[in-house]
């Protein structure tokens, strides 16, 4: 069945650098993505959005990568900050599909 | 601004009672979706609606029952819970179906769901 997948269960960056999460897909007919934040507590956010007729999409200060190639997408923060902290979900739309999620914890 | 609320924030119950989480939502979004949320599972389809009367299942139903006789509200229920059914639920909505490019989930809150 479809799945969606992340290669790091946990991320931890520095204060101000940039942070990677990537994410494999396996539907090669997903044609919409979204990137999902949840803070503790919380249910999941939407961050960005990409259609697969696109490479890349940039918003404040993240930037989403898509490779229909490979079937993988990454979500990119800049100078990442404390507020990011958080567990990040990739979706395939069509199919309501969530991945398992990365927890980026940002150190001081 | 309410958007999606979900109620109750916590449940305690008992292996083989009926529980209902609620869902209601104030967009007229015309879907909506029951994921559950379990450490390494991630957020798992249960049922999800494309519109009042009509509801489909995800990716894991068994134990569940939903219905949607208004656009708002969506109720989720466990017919007979058991220990497996603890997990965080929660409850979203979509104007999917009205502006296809608009397919973002709007999340409510979740409900802790404990079952002893």
């Known amino acids: 069945g479809e799945s969606v997948g992340l290669h790091l269960p946990t991320l931890s960056v520095q204060e101000g650098d940039n942070s990677i999460i990537n994410c494999a897909y396996s539907?090669?007919?997903?044609?919409?993505f979204i990137w999902y934040k949840q803070e503790s507590g919380k249910g999941p956010q939407f961050i960005i959005d990409i259609r697969s007729n696109m490479d890349k999409r940039q918003g404040q200060r993240v930037t989403v990568l898509l490779n229909k190639t490979v079937k993988h997408l990454s979500l990119q923060i800049a100078a990442t900050q404390p507020g990011d902290s958080a567990v990040y979900f990739c979706?395939?739309?069509?199919?309501?599909?969530f991945g398992p999620g990365t927890r980026l914890s940002v150190l001081p | 601004d309410a958007g999606i609320t979900q109620s109750p924030r916590y449940k305690i119950t008992e292996t083989g009672r009926q529980v209902t989480l609620m869902c209601h939502q104030t967009?007229?979004?015309?879907?909506m979706f029951w994921y559950r949320q379990d450490l390494g599972h991630g957020l798992r389809l249960i049922y999800y609606?494309?519109?009042?009367?009509?509801?489909d299942k995800g990716e894991v139903p068994d134990g569940y029952v939903v219905s949607r006789s208004k656009t708002e509200n969506f109720p989720l229920t466990l017919e007979s819970a058991t220990r497996s059914q603890t997990s965080v639920y929660f409850c979203a909505s979509s104007e999917r179906g009205h502006r296809e490019a608009n397919e973002k989930l709007f999340f409510g809150s979740g409900t802790q769901l404990s079952v002893l």
């Open positions: 979706a395939e739309t069509q199919n309501f599909v």
């Open positions: 539907n090669s007919a997903s044609d919409y």
């Open positions: 967009w007229s979004h015309s879907y």
């Open positions: 609606s494309a519109a009042a009367d009509i509801t």
